[in-house]
């Protein structure tokens, strides 16, 4: 974010997110599968902490989601290369998203 790089600033907010989500996964004896960061809160096998904690952040997933594949490969775009259209405000998007994601799986994960 602060070298300008919008595009790798939003995509690194969703690997965040991702990564995060498949840690609390894990941590609780399941198995993740795929990328995207919503369908790994509405596919979370326990069903307390889906509608609890996690449903709240479905919108977050949601925009998260988006950036996985254009901010990472430079034909993901037509005609363009992602660092041409990524704004500083999506990227501060991203990252306040992430760190949501972020925060709540740390809440959730039994080691903390």
């Given at each position: 974010m602060r070298a300008a790089s919008?595009?790798?600033a939003c995509f690194q907010a969703q690997q965040a997110a991702e990564k995060a989500l498949k840690a609390l996964w894990l941590g609780n004896g399941f198995e993740p599968w795929g990328h995207s960061v919503l369908?790994?809160?509405d596919d979370y096998p326990d069903e307390s902490v889906r509608l609890g904690s996690l449903?709240?952040?479905r919108s977050a997933a949601k925009?998260?989601?988006k950036l996985y594949i254009p901010t990472r490969y430079p034909n993901g775009l037509p005609d363009?290369?992602?660092?041409e259209v990524y704004t500083d405000v999506e990227a501060q998007a991203a990252i306040a998203a992430a760190r949501s994601v972020l925060a709540a799986c740390e809440s959730l994960c039994p080691h903390g």
């Open positions: 919008h595009e790798w369908r790994l809160i449903v709240a952040l925009a998260l989601d363009l290369s992602p660092f």
